[in-house]
């Protein structure tokens, strides 16, 4: 039943990952990429991760998405009225994507009687995890959060710029 439900939610998650690159609409996309993380971050629990699972809903799907939905509609995107559907990248982006899977299905029936080799040292966590986020990883996360801000700043000064325009 648990292989079932890992099957169900990532083929969900490749589904809306791959309705991202063809839907139109900002808005719906960022909704695919909702669908996407929140089901990356069920296929995470389900393999017993719970920590990447929680961190993958919490601030990807809950404060990233927000983030982005948020300046989507601040700049109320609208698409010109003879732009073409998709660019001339579609068509060689189509087959290198066919080639990946192929080559990538050839060695997942060539690799069935193999066996993974698993690192037995260190088990993964949330003290390990934590004190190396506190200690390696804390400029990264600043650096981050900064760039969040300059970006809702850009975005409310293209927006102020824009309807000064209009108006």
Same mark, same amino acid.
């Given at each position: 039943?648990n292989?079932?439900i890992?099957?169900?939610?990532g083929?969900?998650a490749?589904?809306?990952?791959?309705?991202?690159?063809?839907?139109r609409?900002p808005?719906r996309v960022?909704l695919a990429l909702?669908t996407?993380m929140?089901?990356l971050?069920?296929?995470?629990g389900?393999?017993?991760?719970?920590?990447?699972?929680?961190?993958?809903v919490l601030?990807?799907v809950?404060a990233v998405?927000?983030?982005?939905?948020?300046?989507?509609?601040?700049?109320?995107?609208?698409e010109?009225?003879?732009?073409k559907r998709?660019s001339r990248?579609?068509v060689?982006?189509?087959?290198?994507?066919?080639?990946l899977t192929?080559v990538?299905?050839v060695?997942v029936?060539r690799?069935t009687g193999?066996?993974?080799?698993?690192a037995?040292?260190d088990v993964?966590?949330?003290v390990?995890f934590s004190?190396?986020?506190?200690?390696?990883?804390w400029?990264?996360f600043?650096?981050?959060?900064?760039?969040?801000?300059?970006?809702i700043?850009?975005?409310l000064?293209?927006?102020?710029?824009s $309807? $000064? $325009?209009?108006g």
């Amino acid at each position: 039943m648990n292989a079932l439900i890992l099957a169900v939610f990532g083929a969900l998650a490749l589904i809306s990952a791959v309705s991202m690159l063809v839907l139109r609409e900002p808005m719906r996309v960022a909704l695919a990429l909702i669908t996407s993380m929140t089901s990356l971050g069920a296929v995470y629990g389900l393999m017993g991760v719970h920590f990447i699972a929680a961190f993958q809903v919490l601030i990807y799907v809950g404060a990233v998405m927000v983030f982005m939905v948020y300046v989507i509609m601040l700049l109320e995107v609208k698409e010109a009225p003879g732009s073409k559907r998709f660019s001339r990248f579609v068509v060689p982006g189509v087959l290198g994507g066919v080639l990946l899977t192929g080559v990538l299905g050839v060695a997942v029936l060539r690799g069935t009687g193999s066996t993974v080799p698993v690192a037995t040292g260190d088990v993964f966590g949330l003290v390990p995890f934590s004190s190396a986020f506190l200690t390696q990883y804390w400029l990264e996360f600043e650096l981050t959060t900064v760039f969040l801000v300059g970006a809702i700043v850009a975005a409310l000064a293209v927006v102020g710029v824009s $309807r $000064r $325009r209009q108006g």
